[in-house]
């Protein structure tokens, strides 16, 4: 049974900082390409934010190049998302994701943290 549960989330001023985390069990990160999600307050859609496949490549959305930073660690089998230099824009529940085929299927969901930027 694959579990993905992310922490991290709170409230922080513009300009503010978080990391989250997604902690992984039934699967092993690194084999999968996991991928940070958001959905916006009023938004159906969710983003992709950011990145990183099986190989260790990483790729983001234009709105957060620069300022987030996707990164796992083997060990603890769990996947991270540093935001720097956060803006309002920026409030969203947050989900990890994992993608086995590579194809952006999405094989398992976590149950998403919530991000909130104050102006």
């Known amino acids: 049974q694959v579990q993905l549960v992310e922490s991290g989330g709170g409230l922080v001023q513009a300009g503010g900082s978080l990391r989250l985390s997604c902690a992984a069990s039934?699967?092993?990160?690194?084999?999968?390409?996991m991928g940070w999600y958001r959905q916006a307050p009023g938004k159906q859609r969710r983003e992709l934010v950011a990145?990183?496949?099986?190989?260790?490549?990483?790729n983001y959305a234009d709105s957060v190049k620069g300022r987030f930073a996707i990164s796992r660690d083997g060990a603890k089998n769990t996947v991270y998302l540093q935001m720097n230099s956060l803006k309002p824009e920026d409030t969203a529940v947050y989900s990890c994701?994992?993608?086995?085929?590579?194809?952006?299927?999405?094989?398992?969901w976590g149950q998403g943290t919530q991000v909130t930027v104050s102006s």
């Open positions: 990145r990183i496949t099986s190989g260790g490549a990483t």
């Open positions: 994701a994992a993608d086995k085929a590579g194809d952006y299927y999405i094989d398992a």
């Open positions: 039934g699967i092993i990160v690194s084999s999968y390409h």
